[in-house]
């Protein structure tokens, strides 16, 4: 139609959404099918059974728009959604595509990029008390570029109100790739700490040297 116009995210973005229907991911992905005639009828797709990991894909063509097409491939845990638009013959689409695919499954890894045995942060609690470790109740693993660094950001308090329980969130962990979040996951703490009771806070303010309340503050 005269005046309507798409873009390759648009594409990409139609593609995923619709792939989550089983049936429309069943047949994308197939080479051929069999009519309830009898008849077979080979798909438009020349990628298929070509290049490897190519789950789905869609094949598009008019006078004006050119030769276009959109697939996800998947290897192992990285999946790459890829378009072309606007290609000037059958050829140079699956040859551009087919390149596109296999560039970007060799850009990324799986990466854990969330770890539980790592400390994120150390939280005060006051009264001479041992800071809260804030670690991350379980791994997350998900693709990461390989000619990047991924940026994490972490919220967490300045200072925790006491009593925390063994595993009471406190944060959150947020892992970037540029403007894309890669993972989020809570912070947690990684052990309780009890509120002192009133001796010991007075104990503590007074500059006592007791084990039970912390160093004094001198």
């Given amino acids: 139609e005269a005046g309507h116009v798409s873009t390759a995210r648009d594409i990409a973005t139609l593609l995923r959404v619709a792939l989550r229907n089983p049936v429309i991911r069943r047949y994308a992905g197939m080479a ?13 797709d020349n990628l298929i059974s070509e290049v490897p990991g190519i789950v789905a894909g869609k094949t598009g063509h008019t006078s004006n728009a050119g030769w276009s097409q959109v697939a996800y491939a998947r290897v192992g ?12 013959s059958e050829a140079s689409r699956d040859a551009d595509l ?3 695919l296999r560039f970007g499954l060799a850009s990324y890894r799986p990466s854990r990029v969330v770890d539980p045995g790592r400390t994120y942060a150390s939280v005060p609690v006051g009264w001479g008390l041992e800071p809260v470790r804030l670690v991350a109740p379980r791994a997350l693993v998900r693709p990461a570029p390989i000619d990047r660094p991924l940026v994490e950001r972490m919220v967490v308090p300045a200072v925790a109100a006491l009593p925390v329980r063994d595993g009471q969130r406190l944060g959150t962990l947020l892992v970037r790739d540029g403007d894309r979040v890669v993972a989020r996951s809570p912070l947690v703490a990684a052990a309780a ?5 009133a001796l ?7 500059g006592l040297r007791d084990p039970l309340i912390g160093k004094a503050l001198s």
Avoid: N, Y
């Avoid at 051929?32 to 008849?39: I, T």
């Avoid at 700490?193 to 009771?197: A, L, T, W, Y």
């Avoid at 010991?200 to 007074?206: H, I, Q």
């Fill in 200 to 206: 010991e806070k007075a104990g503590w303010l007074a």
């Fill in 32 to 44: 051929s099918a069999r009519l309830s005639d009898g008849r077979t009828v080979d798909s438009t």
């Fill in 98 to 100: 087919a390149a596109l």
């Fill in 193 to 197: 700490r009890s509120e002192p009771g």
């Fill in 77 to 88: 845990r990285v999946g790459i959604t890829a378009a072309v638009l606007g290609e000037p």
